[in-house]
């Protein structure tokens, strides 16, 4: 739950602002952001790697309001596409702050980000090396880049969400010698200035022995391509994936610090050890957000079981359905006494797929018009939101000190109307 939750009389309380009254003026689903959580974790990576960068991956969740936290409390940001640029750009984060990432950048995306003066283009590709150096040429401009490595570290996560292994789409594969190849190739590059070599081994890690495998891997590769082509390279970046606990019975992860203590020995045997870079999404955004639903219907099947409905589903969290990913679910509007229960819990959407969670325990009185929270919902959810049904997707309500903000507004019929020109 985020840092300022509680009760009051039974009621959930986030940021000094009650639940029921959340719904009553800005309606459900909705997810609210502890605005205080949010920076204070984003203030815990930044203290915990205070000679180094530290990059909030935009991919977990960004909007303007949290680039504009972000730009003010000292941290970088990265971004993977032209759209998450863009609302970087929108919340005032300094271009020189933004690393572009991505495997498959357009030429119109490369040409933004260098006329932007994005700090640093992240290169994937054999074909990306040349094209943004052609585009860095048109515009005259020596561009700083790293280049995206595969360390050839299988972190144990969900397939989807690994990307160490050999068999990734990202990067150039160390264990291959395409990483040293590409390295020889930026630097032939004249418009191109080589400042920093990148991993990234997954996402929702809770186990600290793939970062440490990926860094010494890191860290013996920029040893050599000093000794053997003398080419110093300023930075490692080794990217995000610290996972955190969804439910109250997952393993509580460790925290920025152990991380960093441990990438900072994996570079320990280093001569002249390379600024350090790491890209937090998760482990920032997640903890910070609960998502609100109403329930709808109460279905009892003798023999099968319990389906609770919201109104709200796969659009709005499509992670169980894609990863098997499990939450925990409580009653926000009112504590009950009633014995627990488990209950499938279910969204609005036409298909079976459209899962919140099997056997989750629930109050046996949990009834029509109940307010349902869901914790850990601040990262890859309103990111990943779709419009399936034609669903509104829902607003992020900030809330601090019993004030609210509200950072996206709630979709409207008219926003989707507006895509149909004919
Ligand atoms: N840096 C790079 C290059 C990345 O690809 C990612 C995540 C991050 C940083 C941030 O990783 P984090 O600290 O958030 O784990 N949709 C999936 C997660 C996809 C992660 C993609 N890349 C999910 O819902 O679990």
Known sequence: ???????????????????????????????????????????????????????????????????????????????????????????????????????????????????????????????????????????????????????GVDAHTHEFIATGGERSKFGFSLGLGLAAEAVAAVAAEPYLDLVGLHSHIGSQLVDLAGFAQA???????????????????????????????????????????????????????????????????????????????????????????VYVSVDGGMSDNPRPAMYGAAYTAALANRVSDAPARPVNLVGKHCESGDILGWDMPLPADTRPGDLLAIPASGAYQRSMANNYNHVLRPPVLAVRGGRVTVAVRRETEDDL????TS
């Open 1 to 151: 739950w985020p840092r300022t939750a509680g009760r009051i009389d039974g009621e959930l309380v986030l940021g000094g602002v009650g639940v029921r009254a959340l719904a009553a003026e800005y309606g459900t689903p909705a997810y609210v952001l502890d605005e205080e959580d949010f920076r204070g974790r984003a203030r815990a990576w930044r203290d915990a790697l205070p000679d180094g960068e530290v990059h909030y991956g935009g991919k977990a969740f960004l909007c303007p309001l949290i680039a504009t936290w972000l730009a003010e409390d000292g941290l970088s940001l990265d971004v993977c596409t032209g759209g998450e640029l863009a609302v970087a750009l929108a919340g005032g984060m300094p271009a020189e702050r933004i690393t572009f990432h991505g495997n498959n950048k357009s030429v119109a995306e490369l040409r933004r980000a260098v006329a932007t003066g994005v700090n640093a283009v992240v290169l994937d590709s054999f074909i990306e090396i040349e094209r943004l150096a052609e585009v860095a040429r048109e515009a005259g401009v020596r561009q700083r880049v790293m280049i995206r490595v595969t360390p």
């Open 215 to 305: 860094a010494a891997r890191m860290a013996a590769f920029l040893a050599e391509c000093e000794a053997r082509h003398g080419i110093r390279i300023p930075k490692l970046d080794l990217g995000g994936g610290l996972g955190i606990a969804y439910r109250a019975e997952d393993p509580a992860p460790p925290t920025p610090a152990e991380l960093v203590a441990v990438l900072r020995d994996a570079l320990a045997g280093l001569a002249a050890p390379p600024v350090l870079a790491v890209e937090p999404g998760r482990s920032i955004a997640g903890p910070t957000t609960v998502a609100l639903y109403e329930i709808g219907t109460v279905k009892e099947i003798p023999g099968v079981g």
């Open 417 to 420: 109307l507006r895509l149909y």
